[in-house]
């Protein structure tokens, strides 16, 4: 079955401490993978994705994320949180066929929280 | 990046009572959209693609009676949630894609929907 499993359901982490977020999936083909924020109330913000080619990805906000076939993962990480990254982050696989990437399995998420 | 809009940001409707929730995407032609439900604390579940001028495809355990997808134009696509009970209120997120290969869907910013 496809599925993507985000094992971390809240990390709260200190401001200017590093951060990584982990996504694993399971899919029967290789997917697209994407990471979304969301902000409370609010809808979703593409931070980056993963088609193909190089396998560590740069996305907005200083993020990246970096896909392991090997481990079926794709965890985001950050070199130095800022207290605005405190949101939930949601790791999500789609179909690989060129086509609209809209059909998309989301993980359960986890809420990032940032101490002072 | 494009935009999609969503309308109402939030509602609340009486038990009995039908709600009709808009997705525009504002700045591009959107061949396919997505409805997404979810729950508090949970993720994005897809609940059913609509091409426009074809009839919704939906999801495995979504009622298409209840829920109903209409995408007429290329840009708008509407979800009317019928004779709504409580069990209904969720936070509801579309997304549109043109299609073209390997292009991302874009998020409007949902509507959260309330029925007492």
């Known amino acids: 079955a496809q599925s993507v499993t985000q094992p971390d359901i809240h990390i709260t982490v200190s401001e200017g401490a590093s951060l990584e977020l982990r996504c694993n999936y399971s899919y029967g083909a290789t997917p697209y993978l994407f990471w979304y924020v969301q902000s409370p109330g609010q809808g979703l913000q593409l931070l980056l994705k993963?088609?193909?080619?190089?396998?560590l990805v740069q996305g907005i906000k200083g993020f990246e994320a970096e896909f392991k076939r090997s481990q079926s993962s794709f965890n985001l990480r950050k070199p130095s949180v800022h207290w605005s990254d405190a949101a939930e982050y949601f790791c999500a696989v789609g179909p690989n066929y060129g086509g609209s990437q809209g059909n998309l399995i989301f993980g359960k998420g986890t809420k990032l929280s940032v101490k002072p | 990046g494009a935009v999609v809009s969503q309308h109402p940001s939030w509602v609340i409707c009486k038990s009995g009572t039908s709600v009709k929730i808009e997705c525009r995407s504002l700045d591009f032609q959107a061949t396919t959209m997505f409805w997404y439900r979810q729950f508090p604390k949970q993720s994005l579940m897809l609940m059913a693609t609509?091409?426009?001028?074809?009839?919704?495809?939906?999801e495995q355990g979504v009622e298409k009676d209840k829920f109903l997808i209409n995408h007429a134009s290329l840009t708008l696509s509407t979800l009317t949630v019928t004779s709504a009970h409580p069990e209904d209120s969720s936070f509801y997120i579309c997304?549109?894609?043109?299609?073209?290969?390997?292009?991302?869907?874009?998020f409007g910013q949902g509507t959260r929907l309330t029925v007492v």
């Open positions: 609509s091409n426009e001028g074809s009839k919704a495809t939906y």
């Open positions: 993963y088609f193909s080619g190089d396998t």
């Open positions: 997304s549109a894609s043109d299609n073209r290969g390997n292009t991302e869907a874009f």
